[in-house]
């Protein structure tokens, strides 16, 4: 986990509006298990969106695909990516460390004032970090559906049950 924070880090000093959704909202809710990527759902307002490109070059991290990231800022783009090409994320990778990879979702999968509304401010190591919450992130693992995701569901709804016990 270590090697994010820097990435946490350069989001808040740029100040994104993002909340961390996927492996590392998982994990930080209290599920142990291996992730390779950090997702954000950012605000997709074009400063925004600015801000987080700036904060992903700062760290070094380039596009993988073959895209100009600074169109990710055009919401008509980012429409035909995901019309055209069935874009959910855009993805960020360290050319000299690909094990460092980000994902930025190109829509909202939950509406983002409530996602936001909603998160946790909770630290990664000595960063504070953003995290959807717990029914947000059940949401977003049910739609994608993936085997993993679904074990996902089934782990985090111990953790709410126990929760709720409490």
């Not at 925004?48 to 100009?68: D, F, H, Y």
């Not at 035909?80 to 999968?109: A, C, H, Q």
Request: charged share 25%; proline share 4%.
């Amino acid at each position: 986990m270590s090697f994010y924070l820097p990435i946490v880090k350069s989001f808040n000093r740029f100040n994104v509006s993002y909340v961390a959704v996927g492996g590392i909202a998982v994990i930080l809710h209290g599920h142990t298990r291996l992730t390779t990527d950090l997702d954000f759902v950012i605000e997709l307002s074009p400063e925004n969106i600015r801000n987080a490109l700036q904060a992903l070059s700062s760290e070094g991290l380039t596009c993988k695909v073959p895209v100009k990231a600074e169109d990710f800022a055009s919401e008509e783009i980012r429409n035909s990516w995901i019309r055209d090409k069935g874009m959910r994320v855009l993805g960020f990778t360290k050319s000299n460390n690909p094990l460092v990879s980000v994902d930025l979702f190109v829509e909202y999968p939950v509406e983002f004032a409530s996602l936001i509304k909603d998160s946790i401010q909770t630290k990664l190591g000595e960063e504070h970090i953003r995290i959807c919450s717990l029914e947000h992130l059940l949401v977003m693992k049910k739609i994608a559906g993936r085997p993993k995701d679904l074990e996902d569901i089934r782990i985090l709804n111990l953790i709410k049950s126990k929760s709720e016990e409490s």
